[in-house]
């Protein structure tokens, strides 16, 4: 009895470990998947990472410098001063020096340039993860293809269905005939090979759909069964003119954030430096007792202050070049802009197009089965031939699907069209 215990209780855990297939998956969160498990999402915790790592080398480059150096040299002369008998001063330096010593600087007050440097850092990490988004928003494109070519996929299939319907209850009828003699066995015979062939074409969309589904599972790391429901957003208030809500938007717009930042830059470098600076160590000479000529120990310390008070107009080429930075990057937002826009019209006239095309295909397909249904009756009373009734229901069944094809056309302009304006 505890080993049948035990052997449910794993089994339920394999189970409840085991990822279950979706019953139905929006487009919304198709795209969510999408980006999730993208492996250029990834380089988003690199990025990070990066810039964690440069910002704390700017906080570590405020802390005091220490140096161990070592300085030695030779010369050809030295200062000489061999004194008289009325100077009791005796002035002899040796032809070398040696020095060895230790130095600690510190950045006192820098003009706010390390904060600069770190608020740059931020802009330029921004910018970077949002230019991620823009590499993967062509992942949605991607997910549009694989969701229409299942629901195109679907519908071909539900045409087909309807058509081999109508064939199984004519071949009923024709079957009674042909019991009664009324009519040859190779007729029936046609009507099965029509459908064999419908068959064949909705394994073969079938197929299609597996594939599809398929690559959109592996897209969005998810398992898609064949008969998931793939559901579409409303497009009942469908309207054209959308506002533009692109990533790439906020990337041009974070550029010239990152260029504001380096304007912030060049004003910090224009400020006065303070910093200390303490040393000491072993000279010989004694580097700082010009009378010693032995090898003796030292120390000094002290302020430095420097003001670059000229540059010869360094600065403000800079800030032109930062200007000039800025109008290009307007310029492609404005040429981004501009490209999307041009596509309103195409957008306008295939939706023009499609919407012509559903209403005359709408009477088409009633004529079309007006027409097979007429032929049904005659091809029972023997008036017409099984060749001229098959002839008729591929002309119907082919009406029906451009029908279905271009209703589902349609959806996919207006999604595509909201996809391209970062409406979705």
């Not at 060895?100 to 990490?125: H, M, V, W």
């Not at 599972?217 to 469908?238: Q, R, Y």
């Not at 000229?310 to 310029?331: C, T, V």
Request: aromatic share 8%; net charge negative; charged share 25%.
């Amino acid at each position: 009895m505890k080993n049948t215990i035990f052997v449910i209780l794993c089994l339920f855990c394999l189970r409840s470990g085991t990822a279950q297939p979706l019953a139905s998956l929006s487009l919304s969160t198709a795209y969510e998947k999408a980006n999730t498990n993208y492996p250029l999402l990834k380089n988003g915790q690199l990025l990070q990472e990066q810039t964690d790592l440069k910002l704390e080398n700017l906080d570590r480059s405020r802390l005091p410098n220490v140096l161990w150096k070592a300085d030695a040299s030779l010369q050809s002369e030295t200062v000489q001063f061999p004194g008289d008998g009325q100077v009791p001063i005796q002035i002899d330096l040796p032809l070398y020096k040696l020095k060895t010593y230790a130095e600690a600087q510190y950045l006192i007050y820098d003009g706010g340039l390390n904060e600069a440097k770190q608020d740059l850092e931020k802009l330029k990490s921004a910018a970077d993860q949002q230019a991620l988004q823009v590499d993967m928003y062509p992942l949605r494109e991607q997910v549009n293809r694989y969701f229409f070519g299942v629901l195109l996929l679907r519908e071909q299939i539900k045409l087909l269905e309807v058509t081999l319907n109508d064939l199984a209850t004519k071949k009923e009828t024709l079957e009674a005939a042909v019991r009664h003699g009324a009519m040859l066995e190779s007729e029936v015979d046609k009507l099965t090979v029509r459908q064999l062939e419908i068959e064949a074409e909705k394994e073969q969309s079938q197929s299609g759909i597996s594939a599809l589904l398929a690559m959109l599972g592996k897209l969005t790391a998810t398992d898609l069964p064949d008969d998931v429901e793939l559901l579409l957003p409303d497009l009942n208030g469908f309207h054209l003119n959308q506002n533009l809500s692109r990533p790439e938007q906020t990337l041009f717009q974070l550029k010239k954030q990152a260029l504001l930042g380096n304007e912030n830059l060049i004003e910090a470098a224009q400020k006065p430096k303070l910093s200390a600076f303490a040393q000491a160590g072993l000279g010989y000479p004694n580097p700082l007792n010009f009378f010693d000529n032995s090898l003796s120990p030292y120390a000094m310390g002290g302020l430095s202050f420097s003001w670059k008070l000229f540059d010869w107009g360094k600065d403000d080429r800079d800030r032109e070049m930062l200007a000039i930075q800025s109008q290009i990057i307007d310029n492609q937002r404005e040429t981004f802009e501009f490209n999307l826009n041009l596509l309103e019209g195409k957008y306008r006239e295939d939706l023009a197009k499609l919407e012509n095309l559903i209403e005359r295909d709408q009477e088409i397909t009633a004529l079309q089965g007006k027409i097979l249904k007429q032929l049904s009756s005659q091809l029972e009373h023997g008036v017409i031939t099984v060749n001229d009734y098959l002839s008729q229901v591929n002309a119907e069944l082919k009406s029906r699907q451009k029908l279905r094809l271009h209703e589902v056309q349609l959806q996919q302009v207006k999604v595509d069209y909201l996809t391209k304006r970062g409406a979705l």
